[in-house]
């Protein structure tokens, strides 16, 4: 359960984040607190938009989804729900691998590293991280004993 | 409420108002916002943006408030036809003057916009922008944050952008077009001088324009 709690609470922030990008990048908020320096650089490149839309709407939805899913999961009736699981799991793997995507562009393509995309990183990483040892501990972590054996394979 | 749902909230609300604080406008500059002092006028003998052949016979000025209807339902009825047949055929080239009236209280702060845009290569891009989409002209509310979109949708370096109207540098350019304007007689827009004479004919007819144009050409002048 408490699991499930962190990645619902570690979500809701990645939302927040992302949501900020966002409106940074739409050009509703003026400037980022805390410096943007290669922020701007990183909003203002070509790899700042995927398919024609920005990257950090793509967080917010994807956020927004996992924050929906987990708060899902906490519910009494869905708690030992191994699909739902399974599904937050799937959906922080791929969040993670676009993570990992876009810090390598920052890094090695762009050559600038904007903050609130490293924050953005890290919270999705520690959401793949809890989904994962969520998904090994059977998903009911309040009910199975810690160490059972899964069909976990990630 | 148990205390996990007590963070949640807490988390919600702490965020949210952070956006909305972080989304608040921006205070503008005296000189450019409703009710600042007007500026003093630039002498650096600016003339204008300008669109088509420098060579051209003809030469249109236009003096326009960004915030005016009339110059707003010319730029776009009016214009596209004018540039397709006057300007990119090489009989006109077109010079934009601005001429902020007093009544509408964005209209320099949409003027300085252009310019702006202007200062990274994209005063007619800021220009159409500003014209297309003229809701703002209407709601009488802050612009700001609508006029950063228009930058940051026509391809402007934000943070560019961003300096340029908080430091307010292009006030003078824009004072000094609409003192020039006064002297030329200028009381309303838009307002069109073709070769220096003042356009007597209705701007909502872009058949006059070439009409005029067309007779200016004939006559060699």
Same mark, same amino acid.
């Given at each position: ?19 900020y990008l966002? %409106? ?12 943007a320096g ?7 490149s =070509?790899?700042?938009?995927?398919l024609?839309?920005p990257?950090? %709407? ?8 996992l924050?929906a ?6 519910q ?13 799991a799937?959906? @922080?793997?791929?969040?993670f691998?676009f993570?990992?995507y876009?810090t ?6 762009i ?10 990183a ?10 994962v ?10 009910a199975?004993? =810690?160490?059972?054996p899964?069909q976990?394979?990630? | 409420m ?35 002092a007007?500026?003093?006028?630039? @002498? ?5 943006f300008t %669109?088509?052949? &420098?060579?051209?016979?003809?030469e ?14 010319f730029a776009v009825v ?6 397709q ?12 003057? &601005?001429?902020p009236?007093?009544s ?10 252009a310019?702006c845009?202007?200062?990274q ?17 209407q709601?009488?509310? &802050? ?12 391809? %402007? &370096?934000?943070r560019?952008?961003d ?8 006030a003078?350019r824009?004072?000094?077009?609409r003192?020039?304007g006064?002297r030329?007689g200028?009381?309303g827009?838009?307002?069109f001088f073709l070769?220096? =004479?003042?356009?007597g004919?209705?701007?909502n007819?872009s058949?006059e324009?070439?009409?005029?144009v067309?007779?200016l050409?004939a006559?060699?002048?």
């Amino acid at each position: 359960m408490r699991r499930r709690q962190a990645i619902t609470l570690l979500a809701l922030v990645g939302c927040f984040v992302s949501l900020y990008l966002w %409106l940074y990048k739409i050009g509703i908020i003026g400037s980022l607190q805390c410096g943007a320096g290669g922020c701007e650089t990183v909003q203002t490149s =070509r790899w700042a938009e995927l398919l024609g839309l920005p990257v950090a %709407l793509y967080g917010v939805v994807g956020y927004a989804v996992l924050f929906a899913l987990s708060l899902a999961a906490l519910q009494p009736r869905l708690v030992t729900s191994r699909r739902l699981t399974w599904t937050v799991a799937a959906l @922080a793997t791929v969040g993670f691998l676009f993570t990992v995507y876009l810090t390598y562009l920052e890094l090695f393509v762009i050559n600038a590293l904007c903050r609130w995309c490293v924050v953005s990183a890290v919270i999705m990483t520690a959401i793949w991280v809890v989904a994962v040892l969520d998904l090994r501990a059977g998903g009911n972590p309040g009910a199975l004993p =810690r160490g059972q054996p899964t069909q976990a394979g990630i | 409420m148990s205390r996990f749902n007590a963070v949640l909230i807490g988390v919600a609300v702490v965020g949210g108002v952070a956006i909305w604080y972080a989304a608040a406008a921006k205070p503008q500059p005296a000189a450019l916002g409703p009710g600042g002092a007007a500026p003093a006028p630039a @002498a650096d003998g600016f003339a204008g943006f300008t %669109l088509g052949n &420098d060579s051209a016979p003809v030469e249109v000025v236009e003096y326009a408030d960004f915030e005016c209807p009339a110059c707003a339902q010319f730029a776009v009825v009016q214009m596209p036809t004018i540039r397709q047949q006057l300007i990119e055929t090489g009989k006109v080239r077109w010079r934009h003057r &601005d001429f902020p009236l007093p009544s509408h209280r964005y209209a320099r702060f949409a003027s300085h916009a252009a310019h702006c845009g202007a200062e990274q290569g994209k005063f007619w891009e800021m220009h159409d922008a500003l014209f297309n989409d003229h809701s703002w002209a209407q709601t009488g509310r &802050d612009p700001s944050r609508l006029f950063r979109q228009f930058a940051v949708r026509i391809g %402007l &370096d934000a943070r560019a952008y961003d300096a340029c109207m908080e430091s307010g540098r292009q006030a003078g350019r824009i004072e000094a077009s609409r003192l020039e304007g006064e002297r030329l007689g200028v009381s309303g827009t838009p307002t069109f001088f073709l070769n220096g =004479r003042r356009f007597g004919g209705r701007s909502n007819a872009s058949d006059e324009f070439k009409r005029m144009v067309d007779s200016l050409i004939a006559a060699g002048r």
